[in-house]
């Protein structure tokens, strides 16, 4: 598969996000930053800022921040065209009353907006078109040395993501142990625990600007990409060696409502509550529903958000707080019907976040092999919901990329860019066609399906479809299709020179009129594209 497609869209990209025209003229979805100077009496993180910002009958009311220097700022992103005022709102006397005008401009290029759920199960940008998600993991690459990161963001510019999961706080595990170069809090002091060991005391009233700037760095430079962040707000790899994980509530909310006003304008980004939420202990289940509140409260434009268990955990997805459901669970992708159950039961787009990791790792969930990394996404995909990729190979020093980015040393990511185009070339998003009864078929609207073989090896495959098709209109006689023989892990399309006629429904399934099928390669992970023939008149 040729790659350089997508790094030619990296660069496509990174100039379109950077679609501004001076303070006078911004792109919908783009971001309009207004900068004042303040000298605060007292803590500078404490002086309110408000912005209200209307266009033809659109009121949207922002907050600001304090970002060092005796800066304070104000981010904006229009959602509609038009000439947007503003008003700016503080007790600070510097900083009240200011108004102004600009105006907002039809976005063009690569820039759709924000991702929005899509009916029940899918996705879309704000404009309307499709978002398929193909994510990866790297929980911690903005915390590794320079070096390390502009690798992790070269490489990605090479693949076919749209989405990576990344955490704000930095991460402690046995396989993560860098200390990074900035923390997001003042240090106020230096104790020692127990054993002797220097422990540093947070100033939890006063953030540090240079932490989040570097991590809008890093979302601005992924979002060049056409990356989507899947933002952890929370994790529990802390275990004390920093503290993040055990903050005060109050602390926890005034870090969401920091954290929300810097990021909130940046159309990439997603709010993720946790990884492996359980997990924290200082946590109960009510503290993130309060947390998951908070978030929303404080979102202006209500990014997607949602929240991630450890296997098999679930949340109460059915929260209004959360747009989609996140989980690590290998079980809804064992086969395209049971990831069509999980997709029946919430509701909502199903994501499975983690289903384990292509590597070899001596852990379980780290020593998937690349079929079958593929043969689970393929799976999920098939039963109408999403499956994210990993990746975790040790190999000496080397970073590796599910915590620490650098370079990609697996097999499955290579598919994912062929898999991506399959899917937003379909008309419509996927599920199965009959649920329960044929687990290998699904279907993307009327006259368009895949049948999914997986592990089968076969020569032959007659032609067959079930006659339900989903919501969409039963399979009846006399139509015409084509079938395309996918190769998902060679990434090959092959087309059959035979045009199937379909005959008659027969105890549900309907097959060729000649009784006609085609012949495949014994191969493993084959995908059967089967298009209904338009003929003229």
Known sequence: MNLKPFATIGLMLALACIETYGQDKVACWDRLELSFKHEAQGNPFDVPLEATFTCKGTRINVEGFYDGEDTYRVRFMPTKAGTWRYTLSSPAKELDGKTGTFEAVPATGSNHGMVETDGEHAFRYADGTRYYPFGTTSYAWLHMSKEVQEETLQTLAQTGFNKIRMCVFPKSYNLVKEEPALYPFEIKGITKDKKGNEVKVWDYERFNPAYFQHLETCIGRLGQLGMEVDLILFHPYDKGRWGFDAMPEETNIRYIHYLVNRLGAFRNVWW?????????????????????????????????????????????????????????????????????????????????????????????????????????????????????????????????????????????????????????????????????????????????????LGKEITDYWRFNLPAKNASYGKLGAGRKFKVDVINLWDMTVETCPTVFETGKAADYRVEDVKQRGVRLPCAPYLLLRVTEVQTAG
């Open 272 to 452: 993720s509550m946790a990884n492996e939420w359980d997990y924290v202990k200082a946590k109960t289940v009510d503290d993130w529903k309060t947390l998951a509140r908070a978030v929303v409260q404080a979102d202006p434009y209500r990014h997607l958000c949602s929240i991630h268990g450890s296997t098999a955990t679930y949340f109460d997805y059915g929260m209004p707080e959360f747009t989609h459901v996140s989980v690590q669970d290998e079980a809804p992708v064992f086969t395209p019907s049971a990831a069509a159950l999980l997709r029946q039961i919430f509701h909502k787009p199903v994501i499975c976040d983690e289903v384990g990791y292509e590597g070899n790792l001596a852990s379980r969930w780290g020593r998937l092999n690349p079929q079958q990394m593929l043969f689970y996404i393929t799976n999920g995909l098939m039963g109408g919901i999403y499956v994210m990729h990993g990746e975790c190979y040790q190999e000496g020093n080397d970073p590796i990329f599910w915590a620490q980015g650098g370079k990609l040393k697996g097999e499955s990511w290579k598919r994912i860019g062929f898999l991506r185009q399959l899917l937003e070339a379909m008309p419509n998003p996927l599920q199965m066609a009959d649920i329960n009864r044929d687990l290998k078929t699904s279907t993307a609207g009327d006259g368009y399906y895949f049948v999914y």
